[in-house]
């Protein structure tokens, strides 16, 4: 436990994610932002700009994370920079919060939790969906034991805004992200973790590249295409890289199936060129079942035959709406961090389950690339001796 009463925080990354910035820095509260390092001088320029109080800023993360009046260090840089970024605080004697996922590999998750390990410090995953009130709910009804003992799960996610997100940058190859089944997907099979209690064992996966991608240079920019009027991406928003470049490697339709401990059965399913966006969640235990609606903020429960008063009723849970980024996760995943590393609170959601996401998104996608074979999980290293949910 610190006994500071104010966390210092500097930021590896201030645009995208990066923004949560301004839910730590409370200057008269219990935490505040110093500095922050981003290799995009615009960035940069902006993050200073909206802080008002001139920060520390850098092109260099070492710079930042060598200052003594830094106490934590939040990685939202790339996720393929994680691995790297997140062990360099970590060894100079920062406490970290690291975006999810943790890494695009399973060596470079267990990098990280072997340096977590040995450095006294904190180190939480940004899962912030555990901090939303439907998935709360959903939780909290399973835990209940209205459905009985879970057996199987169901995703569906329907990610609309998938070209937006993954196909005109970064994301769309391999070597940046391994699979979307990390980006998009470690939440979604962080989610079915959480709510089940129990980690993937083994998978199997299909998927492909059935919409972006292409024969287009790999220097095509949107502004520059002479296609770009009759062009359906270019139409509904300014894009940087084209969609269907040359370059682009990372299936958009893939469907994963898990076997997870106590054999409960699993599926994720996600499409990145769908009409609307929408998480589909079903539930089965030996007593009932409950799904979700996102777009309504609904969950029902249904219920069956079990010889007791759980079978009485079916319900229907209208989730109540928060304030703050992320259907207001944001905002409380942030102040978890702050009394994680000022008070010792435990996290949400543990390290280890952001290095068993990973894995359970890694094997999938090796399970794609040969043809949907079975592929077994590997176990965590073995001085992790405290595994949690």
């Given at each position: 436990m610190s006994t500071s009463t104010q966390l210092r925080i500097g930021m590896i990354g201030v645009a995208g994610r990066g923004g949560l910035w301004r839910s730590w820095h409370q200057p008269n509260g219990r935490s505040v932002i110093v500095g922050g390092a981003d290799i995009n001088p615009a960035h940069l320029e902006k993050f200073s700009k909206d802080h008002g109080g001139a920060p520390f800023i850098t092109s260099d993360y070492s710079q930042l994370i060598s200052r003594d009046d830094i106490d934590a260090i939040a990685v939202t840089s790339p996720d393929f920079c994680h691995d790297e970024h997140a062990v360099a605080a970590l060894r100079a004697g920062k406490h970290v919060f690291?975006?999810?996922?943790?890494?695009?590999?399973?060596?470079?998750?267990?990098?990280?939790?072997?340096?977590?390990?040995?450095?006294?410090?904190q180190l939480m995953v940004g899962f912030n969906m555990r901090y939303m009130n439907i998935f709360r709910s959903m939780k909290e009804i399973i835990e209940s034991g209205v459905i009985g003992e879970v057996k199987a799960v169901w995703v569906r996610h329907f990610v609309g805004l998938g070209s937006d997100f993954y196909y005109h940058d970064w994301h769309a190859k391999r070597a940046n992200t391994t699979s979307l089944l990390l980006q998009k997907g470690s939440h979604d099979l962080d989610m079915i973790h959480w709510l089940t209690g129990k980690y993937t064992k083994r998978t199997a996966a299909f998927g492909g590249l059935d919409y972006f991608g292409g024969d287009k240079p790999n220097e095509l920019i949107c502004p520059d295409c002479i296609e770009k009027e009759d062009c359906v991406e270019y139409m509904t928003g300014p894009r940087v890289q084209c969609a269907f470049r040359q370059e682009v490697d990372v299936e958009d339709n893939q469907t994963m199936i898990m076997e997870l401990e106590g054999g409960i059965k699993a599926s994720y399913l996600q499409c990145h060129f769908t009409p609307d966006y929408h998480r589909n969640y079903t539930v089965i235990g030996t007593e009932g079942r409950l799904e979700n609606s996102e777009p309504e903020m609904k969950i029902w429960v249904k219920t069956r035959l079990s010889n007791s008063c759980r079978e009485i009723s079916d319900r229907t849970y209208d989730i109540k709406p928060a304030t703050g980024t992320h259907g207001g996760a944001d905002p409380?995943?942030?102040?978890?961090?702050?009394?994680?590393?000022?008070?010792?609170?435990?996290?949400?959601a543990p390290p280890l389950a952001g290095r068993m996401s990973v894995a359970a998104g890694v094997c999938a996608a090796r399970s794609i690339r040969s043809g949907g074979m079975p592929i077994d999980v590997p176990l965590p290293p073995d001085w992790v001796n405290s595994r949690g949910t």
């Open positions: 690291c975006e999810k996922p943790l890494a695009i590999t399973i060596e470079g998750c267990d990098h990280i939790l072997e340096t977590w390990h040995h450095s006294g410090k409380v995943i942030c102040k978890d961090f702050v009394d994680m590393c000022l008070d010792g609170k435990d996290p949400v």
